[in-house]
Nanobody, 128 residues
Framework: QVQLVESGGGLVQAGGSLRLSCAAS????????RGWFRQAPGKERECVAG???????????YYTDSVKGRFSISRDNAKNTVYLQMTSLKPEDTAVYYC??????????????????WGQGTQVTVSS
């Protein structure tokens, strides 16, 4: 019954921006880790950004080195939605981007094994 649906992918030129959204239904993920992964042809799936609550209103965010300073993850728990704002896009960012959510409230958000639910993916293509 749990569903994660990504949106916002598309074709952009290098240097452009996109914002991906991932709306979850079926349960609340306000205390669960949320993440964004991507997979390019011939490459393994990698975590580009993740976030989890550390307690109260405090949260932790992770970014892989290749996107630091360019991508930003955020979440709106009232809408059960997580976002990925991508700026200064490069051709090497081209991939299918997947949203993920964990059932547990603890754990590292950067590991694929931590997540239990996945979206269908949205294509991001960056032209040079």
């Amino acid at each position: 019954q749990v569903q994660l649906v990504e949106s916002g992918g598309g074709l952009v030129q290098a240097g452009g921006s996109l914002r991906l959204s991932c709306a979850a239904s079926g349960r609340t993920f306000s205390r669960s880790a949320r993440g964004w992964f991507r997979q390019a042809p011939g490459k393994e799936r990698e975590c580009v950004a993740g976030t989890r609550w550390s307690g109260g209103s405090v949260y932790y965010a992770y970014y892989t080195d290749s996107v630091k300073g360019r991508f930003s993850i955020s979440r709106d728990n009232a809408k059960n939605t997580v976002y990925l704002q991508m700026t200064s896009l490069k051709p090497e960012d081209t991939a299918v981007y997947y949203c993920a959510a964990a059932s547990a409230s603890s754990g590292s958000p950067r590991h694929q094994s931590e997540y239990d639910y996945w979206g269908q993916g949205t294509q991001v293509t960056v032209s040079s």
